[in-house]
């Protein structure tokens, strides 16, 4: 079955640094990848999405993720940080799963910013 | 409108009442979706509607009932719910038809439903 893994519960950046979060996808063919951000209390924003062609895709808020294919990878990557981007944030592959294609979450990683 | 709303935002319910979440869209999306999702959870499945059908139930209690009265529209209709119902629950549309874009989700900000 289709799967997806985010390494890491949880990062803690300085404001103004890089970022990076990693995500792991087990699939057979080529993927339909999706990231997206969830502030407290609120709910899921799409950030970008992955469907063919350019390996390296941009999406809203300055984040930008690369898909590689040897790797099965789907990393997001933010330049420099800023406070509002402290939030939980979701890898989803989609997946056939019960009988039918479906978005699969990883668990989420939480990323706190300091000042 | 790239929005997709929810009411109300917070409810709280007995367990032997009968309550209903609201969903709307107005993007001409043709897929609707359901998601409870627990603290520090990712979202989980519940129904989907494609062209106002029922399409996916992901074996779901019949304490929650869903509706898709037109193409805009999805309710959730809940009747003598647990404690462990509580949870936020996460409406969501995509584009629908065929292809990648089928599975390209736009979330609600979500009902946050405590039962007592």
């Known amino acids: 079955a289709q799967s997806v893994t985010q390494p890491d519960i949880h990062i803690t950046v300085s404001e103004g640094a890089s970022l990076e979060l990693r995500c792991n996808y087990s699939?057979?063919?080529?993927?339909?990848l999706f990231w997206y951000v969830q502030s407290p209390g609120q709910g899921l924003q799409l950030l970008l999405k992955?469907?063919?062609?350019?390996?390296l895709v941009q999406g809203i808020k300055g984040f930008e993720a690369e898909f590689k294919r040897s790797q099965s990878s789907f990393n997001l990557r933010k330049p420099s940080v800023h406070w509002s981007d402290a939030a939980e944030y979701f890898c989803?592959?989609?997946?056939?799963?019960?009988?039918?294609?479906?978005?699969?979450f990883g668990a989420g990683t939480r990323l706190a910013v300091h000042p | 409108d790239t929005e997709v709303t929810q009411t109300p935002k917070h409810l709280v319910m007995g367990m032997t009442n009968k309550k209903s979440l609201k969903c709307e869209q107005h993007m001409g999306h043709r897929a609707m979706y359901w998601y409870k999702q627990k603290a520090k959870k990712p979202p989980e499945l519940m129904f989907v509607?494609?062209?106002?059908?029922?399409?996916i139930n992901e074996s779901v209690p019949s304490r929650f009932s869903p509706e898709c009265p037109n193409s805009s529209l999805l309710n959730l209709h809940l009747h003598a719910l647990q404690p462990e119902d509580s949870a936020l629950y996460l409406c969501a549309s995509s584009p629908g038809g065929t292809g990648a874009s089928l599975y390209e989700q736009y979330f609600g900000p979500g009902t946050r439903l405590t039962v007592t």
């Open positions: 509607y494609s062209y106002e059908k029922l399409s």
């Open positions: 699939y057979g063919a080529t993927p339909y």
């Open positions: 992955y469907f063919s062609g350019d390996t």
């Open positions: 989803a592959v989609v997946g056939f799963s019960g009988g039918y294609n479906k978005l699969i």
